[in-house]
Structures are given as structure tokens and as C-alpha cells.
């Protein structure tokens, strides 16, 4: 039987801003233990919660990004339910009146490009976090995260393949954090994915049964634990069993989906409009000063790239594919005017070295001054491809100038035809077999003396000039 | 006459020509304390240590010249609003032991207008009641019949302006909590306009309908606790950005052509007969100040208690879900797993009315049951508000009964809750509305139990209200009596 994979995420990811959706606590990582938690993280009673007007607007960017309509009147919402790392019993989100609905992203996967459908986003505090200790029968609550603001992304089951579930992921992870809103750090959990997932045979209308999958953390497993679980599904239709409804949940190192217990799950969450915040009225005003301070998104600037620059499309993708080392390349190229030629330096010995060392290209020792500038010495010859190669090492070990770099090392190009005139001379004099050989119709041998020269010169001379130089004299 | 017995305005004098010193007050108001309060039982909590100290730094204040307008007058809290580093139980077993690290705004602003704090008033649990008899700490008396209840749920604050055991006090009314053991102790309780008293630190019982206000011995007071309680606060987000006037402007302003709007659906059989003539009476002496008394109509006030008994434990069942044993207050003693913990703790920790309001509000938020009670029941709020609007422009402030009855027997009505609830029928609709109204005594029964008459306004009208109240309260002159306790 040909089956058709029906895919919807639901994506969360944390904000970054300084302080908390409800209060003015921090929201830094890594904090010790409820060291950012005031009385209303503590959910404690009489204490108020205050909508944090930044989280608004971080939701906003991304709601414009992925072309949803913000609702004018949107309202918090009180989602009921026990556990020890929700201190109020409730965590305050959105429901009936969510910030902003009908959005889509394009995605390209397996060679073709579809709109993904955006259901909503709307805005939510984090929960806390519990620690188990693994020597006694005791749990302890950790409130930091607690409070630390959420959108939560729903997309349309419009996905068909896991390829494609990762890819959408990828895009809105890649817009989220060139929005700045988000870190992306799917470790820590400011990005976190949950996917439903069923098939249905190719040509039925009617959804199968589906079920919910948790705890991937990374593009990779989303898209590995969908191919497991729809192999899963496919299995069990195929021998005539039933899909049951329910949460499973990625297991990395076994690479299979097992079901959470059923009792986690049996949740009537009782919504309704939180009393204690006003609802959040968004005029046109408002939203248009949020559109105006957008940033080109990363697809628009791929496209600008391939056409602006004249570069592949898929060094366009590489450049663009976080906001900084795209802005970085431009600056580049604004200030040496090669975009190609700009474009093989970021890609090749940029990013190796900051690959090599898990930097950013935040945390990059070279200037894009001091890698046009290079690239700038290499047109006019100062100094050759090779010699730059030597270069732009040291230039990001030290964060030299390359011009510093090339006085330090005396490493100018020989230009100077007469004194390199002298130095051929000198080689072909000494090699006189050679010489006849070369004479004799032995091409191959223009190397030989090119090897020469340059041992001679320690690399230094320009080639060009010595192509030049050496197949006048050897000529003659 | 003792010091305990006057009014803010009266000790304001006093304290401004030399008459008394704020420490002379507290002493005064503690030593009536001794003698009444093991009868009354208005107090969880007395301060008096904190009180004598206050007492002491007013009197240099004083004596600076600095006088606020509440410097060296003894006020009592219900032990709904948080105190930092004050025990602050909410009537509650679960809460018996916890104290808040911050306080509430009014105790903030009540304090830096020179307020002297005599205690946390007794309460019923979480403010759910009308009685005060489902306080885990037992129940308050009304001081004029030891065997009757004071009202509720702010009968402890009722109780102690009434008894002399502080000058003034705070309540907070969810649906009628402030107003009607004000008419049932014989004292003036005002509910304000819902977001004109910060609500940052009151323990919260249903967060759309509460809202904090003053008992006092009269209107003037009213207006002067009013000036120190409303404005907006930034800790809390339903709070408005409305203009505060000087209430006590309001005050001996006639109300010479205005129209009394008295609304036929809160006349109706089962009314007790002295509280109708005594109401009856009220009227006509509002007649006699120049108003005009107009017909008007609430047609939807027969859903009031309805729809009330929805929303608030609605409300109710998520606000007391962080009562859970975690992080604060009782946690059982005897738990083998979190589900365990939760279930007892919360057995232990709440009383029977808690427990009914929640199960009550849970089940009207459940799924396929939410449509029916809580949305319906949202619906119809709206149209109760309309009902004011339209009443409103027809008439510039409404007059009925505070309380059906006057105080009733402790017990009388405790096995029956639906009868409990019908003794807020007539303040319910504020709270609904989110308009302000205030009881204001009318008269004694043949048996000698207070009686009170309730204005009503639109939202943000205090001022008008205030104006009202104490035009009629001039006219109708209604005897000064003190319970004889």
C-alpha cells in the first residue's frame, strides 16, 4: 500500500529578553538554583502578574516574519494543571484569542518548494524545572526558568516528510534568530519541537489516527524520529493493528519512539481568560512600527545575494544562514568590491577556522577591514593566493593587519623584474641539461625552473612575473 | 467619651489641637481590645507591639509637625491583604503558618499615610462566606448580639470598627464581603469601582469581582480612608489610570435634583419587614433632601446569584490551585508520592465551603461543561452591566437594602448553603458590574440589630457616591447608638 506521511509541529521557543514575561527577574541561564525567582515566580499569594511589553513585541516580529495577521485583541489565558514546577497551578498562555493566526513559510525539501501553513503563535510563560536527586527519594524545584517567556509556533499538518518537517524547522529556527528574539539553542531548550505525526493511504481524505512525538532535540532526531514513527505506523496498518492515540517519546540512543504514560496525559486543562491581565490590544500603529524595524529576513537576502552579487546559489545559502556572518560577508564586499572572491575566503578559511575552534563569526578575530584589505593585496599583487593563505592564518591567530603581518614577516611579493631577472638568470646558468632539454621540446620542465625560482625566492616572487620572466629568457 | 469610640475626623482634631497623642489612642483602642475581643473575636492576629511602636514614631511625627492624613489612627487588616513579615492566614488552616515577604499596596499607602496597624481581622476562609463562621480560627460575633453572626466574609473588620476596637478598617468585597456586615455591625463599608484599589497583595478569591475598601464609623471617614486607598498601581495590571479627586469634597454636598433610581427587582417577598421599612424610610428621607426618586429597572438581577455562583468559584478553583504543599504554607506530614501530597495536603489544609467552590468551579471550567456555566454565565455578566449602564442614565445613583435580613444566629444557616448565599443577593451585582456601592446604617431593628441602606453609582463615581451617602446620612440622622458590650 503507498501511504502519504501527514506531519504538524508545534514549536517553542524562549525569548530573549532580559527579564521574565510576568516580573523583572532575569532570565539568564545557568543562574544557581531559584536565585531568579521573586514572589510571582514563586506564584505566591496576592502577588500580580505584568505583561512584559517586549515579549509582545518579539512575538509580533515573529508573527510578521511568518506572514500571520496579528489580532487586534488578544487575551492571556489560565491553563490549569498540578505539577510541582508550575507554582500556581496554571500557567498563563493564550487560547480562545491567541496573538497572531493564518501564517505560512515556504520550504524547500526534495527539490520542491511548498507553503507550510501557520495554524498561530501565541505568547506563554516557561515552567520550572524539577532535579531529581538520584541518591534520595526527593525532587527539587528549580523556579528559575519559570516565568522566562515562550511563543509557541503551531504549524498546519501540512508537512509531508520528515525532510521536510526538518527543513521548516531549520527556516523558522533560522528566522527566530535573525530576528535576534531567540538563541536557537536547541540543547538548553530555547527551541524545542513536538510533532504530530499519522499516514494515511495515498488518495484518502479522512486523517489516520496520530500520535504525539517529545523530546527531540535537534533537527536531526525531529527528522529521525519521524521516519521511525512513520515506519511504525506504516507496520502496523500494513499487518492490521491499530494506532493508538497517543504521546510517544524519542529515545536518541535507541532510535525508536515509546509511549508516555498514559495517566501524563489524561489532562482536562480547564482554559479560560486570565482576570488578573487586561487583554492585549495591538493597533495598526503598533504594528506597523514593528514591520518598519524588521530586518530582510533570510530568505529575501539568499535572493538579493544570488542577484546583487552574482554568487551560487548555494554560497548564498551558506552566507546567509545566520544574520551575522551574512553581515559580515557584505561588509566585506562593500569594502573590497569581489563578491565571488569574498565570498571562497569567508566560506573556505573564515568558517574552517571558526568551525575548528565552535566559534561564532561573532567572536571572529579577523576584521572584515583586515580580510578585504587582504583580499585588496592580492589583486594588486602585493602579495600572491599561496602567501595569503600563510596570511590570513596569522591574521586570525592574532588579529593582525595583514599589512602588519606581511612587513613582520617580510613576506612582499618580488616584483622588481630586474632583480628577479637576475635570480633566472642565475637558475637557468646553473641548470644548463635542463635548459636543453627544455629547448629540446620537453615543456614539461617550465615547472622545473618555476620550482626554482620560487625555492630561490622563498615563495616571495610574484608568479605572474616569473611565468612572464622565465619563458622570455628561456627562449632566448 | 473614650477615644476608641471617635471617628477619624474627630482624633484628627484632637491629634492636631493637642487633645491626644496617638500613643493615648492605641492605648486607648488596645485596652478596649482586652475588654471586648475574647467575646468578639475579631481579631486572628493583634500587633500590638508593632502598634505601641507605630504609636510612638507617629507621635514624633506629630510632634515635627508632619501629620498625614491617617497619622496615629489605629486601623485594622483583614487577613486577606499581606503584611511582610506578618503572619497572614486568609482564614486558612493551609495558610495558618505563612508569612509574605511583601506587603500588600494598601498596607503600603495605609502606612505612609501615618495608619497605626492593630491586627489582621478574622475572616471567613478565603473570603468565601458571609458569616465569617468558616474561619478555621472560629467564628466573629456581631457586637450587638453576641449569639449573632457580624456578616462576612470581613466580619473581623466589621466587627472591630463597630466594637471599638480600631477607628477604621479594611475589607475587600468579591460579592458584597465589605457591604453587608457593614449594615449588619451598623458601620459604613464601601466596595469601590473594580481597578481603583490596587489589588497587588490581596490574596486573591475571584480576581474579576474583588476588590479592597474601608470600614468606618461614617461617610467623612469613608472618604478620607478612600483618599489614601485608590490609584493606580503598576504592580497590577486590572488597576486604572483614572484620576483620584479629593473625596472628602464630596462630603455635606447636597443632592438637590438628583434622581434616586430604585429598582423594583430588589423589593421583592422574602425581604425581612424591618429591613423593608427601614429601607422604605431611607427613601423617603432622600425624598426630603430634594432627590427625586425615579422607577428604574434591573431586569437581569434575578440571574445575579446565578450567575455569581459561577464565576467566582470558577475563578476560585484556579486561584487556590498554588495551595498545593510545594513551596509554602501546610504541607501534609504524611505523603508516600506527589499525588499524595497534593490530595492530603489540600484535605487538611481547606475547609468544607473551600472545598465546595472548588469542586464547583472545576466542574463548571471542564471541558464540555464550559460552554454552559462559565460561558453563559460570562454572557449574562455582560448583560447585568448593561442593566447599570442603561439604569444610569436614567438616574444618578441607585438606592436598595445592603443585606435582606439583619444579622442572623451563628449557625442558622450554616448546614444550608444556598441560604447563605442569598444574603449577598443584593450586593452581588456590583461586584458583577464592577461599579462601586456603599451600606450606610439606616436604622435598628425592634430587637435592636443594625440595619443598612446600599448606594449604588457608576464606575469611577465614588466621589458621587460619597456625596450621596453622606447627604443622607446628614438628613436621616439616624440614632447613635453602641453596642453594650
Known sequence: MDFETIIGLEVHAQLLTDTKIFCNCSTKFGASPNSHACPVCLGMPGVLPVLNKKVVEYAMKMALATNCTINPRNVFARKNYFYPDLPKGYQISQYAYPLAEHGYLMVEANGEQRKIGITRIHMEEDAGKLIHDDNNPASYVDLNRTGVPLIEIVGEPDIRSPEEAAEYLRRLHEILVYLEICDGNMEEGSFRCDANVSIRPKGQKEFGTRTELKNMNSFRNVQRALEYEVKRQQYLVENGEKIIQETRLWDDAQGATNPMRSKEEAHDYRYFPDPDLVPVVVDEAWVAEIRAGLPELPQARRERFVNEYQIPAYDAGVLTSEKALAEYYEEVVKLCGRPKIAANWVMGDVLKFLNEDKRSIRECPIAARSLADMIGLIEEGTISGKMAKEVIADMYATGKTPRGIIEEKGLVQITDEGELAKTIAAIIEANPGQLADYRGGKEKLFGFFVGQVMKATQGKANPKLVNDLLRKMLAE | ?485
Request: proline share 5%; hydrophobic share 40%; glycine share 10%.
Open chain 2, 1 to 485: 467619651m473614650e477615644l476608641h469610640q471617635l471617628t477619624i475626623h474627630e482624633l484628627q482634631e484632637k491629634i492636631r489641637g493637642g487633645g491626644a497623642s496617638a500613643l493615648q489612642i492605641a492605648e486607648s483602642v488596645f485596652s478596649r481590645i482586652d475588654a471586648v475581643e475574647d467575646r468578639v473575636h475579631s481579631y486572628i492576629r493583634l500587633m500590638k507591639k508593632e502598634a505601641m511602636a507605630a504609636a510612638v514614631r507617629a507621635d514624633e511625627q506629630i510632634k515635627k509637625g508632619d501629620i498625614q492624613p491617617l497619622t496615629g489612627i489605629p486601623v485594622a487588616l483583614k487577613d486577606i491583604v499581606c503584611t511582610q513579615g506578618i503572619p497572614t492566614t486568609c482564614g486558612s488552616h493551609i495558610l495558618h503558618q505563612f508569612v509574605p515577604p511583601y506587603n500588600a499596596t494598601v498596607v503600603e499607602k495605609l502606612a505612609a499615610a501615618g495608619a497605626v496597624f492593630v491586627g489582621k481581622a478574622n475572616m471567613d476562609e478565603f473570603a468565601m462566606g458571609s458569616s465569617t463562621e468558616t474561619s478555621s480560627f472560629g467564628p466573629t460575633r456581631n457586637p450587638w448580639d453576641l449569639e449573632r453572626i457580624p456578616g462576612g466574609s470581613s466580619g473581623g473588620s466589621a466587627a472591630a470598627v463597630a466594637a471599638g476596637e480600631c477607628i477604621a478598617s479594611i475589607g475587600s468585597d468579591t460579592g458584597g464581603s465589605i457591604r453587608q456586615p457593614a449594615a449588619l455591625c451598623g458601620v459604613v463599608g464601601m466596595k469601590p469601582t473594580y481597578g481603583r484599589v490596587s489589588r497587588f497583595g490581596l490574596i486573591a478569591f475571584a480576581s474579576s469581582l474583588d476588590q479592597i475598601g474601608p470600614f468606618t464609623r461614617d461617610v467623612e471617614d469613608c472618604a478620607i480612608m478612600m483618599n489614601v486607598l485608590a490609584g493606580y498601581d503598576p504592580k497590577e495590571s486590572t488597576s486604572v489610570r483614572a484620576e483620584v479627586p479629593d473625596y472628602r469634597r464630596f462630603i455635606g454636598r447636597d443632592i438637590q435634583g438628583w434622581r434616586i433610581g430604585i429598582p423594583g427587582e430588589y423589593f421583592i417577598e422574602g425581604i425581612d419587614p424591618e429591613v423593608s421599612a427601614a429601607v422604605r424610610k431611607a427613601i423617603e428621607t432622600v425624598r426630603q433632601c430634594g432627590a427625586s426618586i425615579v422607577e428604574i429597572s434591573l431586569p437581569h438581577t434575578r440571574y445575579c446569584v446565578a450567575v455569581y455562583y459561577i464565576i467566582a468559584p470558577a475563578e476560585a478553583s484556579s486561584n487556590l490551585a498554588r495551595y498545593d504543599g510545594v513551596r509554602y504554607g501546610l504541607r501534609t506530614a504524611d505523603a508516600r508520592d506527589l499525588a499524595e501530597m497534593y490530595e492530603k495536603t489540600r484535605m487538611q489544609g481547606f475547609g468544607a465551603e473551600v472545598k465546595r467552590r472548588i469542586m464547583i468551579g472545576t466542574y463548571a471550567l471542564s471541558a464540555g461543561y464550559y460552554d454552559a456555566y462559565y460561558g453563559k454565565a460570562s454572557q449574562v455578566r455582560a448583560l447585568i452591566r448593561r442593566d447599570f449602564d442603561e439604569a444610569f442614565t436614567k438616574c444618578d445613583a441607585i438606592l436598595t437594602p445592603t443585606s435582606p435580613t439583619p444579622a442572623f444566629r451563628l449557625g442558622e444557616k450554616t448546614d444550608d448553603p444556598l441560604q447563605m448565599y442569598l444574603s449577598d443577593i443584593f450586593t452581588i451585582s456590583a461586584n458583577l458590574a464592577g461599579i462601586p456601592g456603599i451600606s450606610v446604617p439606616c436604622g435598628f431593628s425592634a430587637s435592636g440589630l443594625p440595619i443598612g441602606v446600599q448606594f449604588l453609582t457608576g464606575h469611577f463615581e465614588e466621589g458621587r457616591l460619597l456625596q450621596v451617602a453622606s447627604a443622607y446620612e446628614k438628613s436621616a440622622a439616624v440614632e447613635k447608638r453602641r453596642p453594650s458590650l
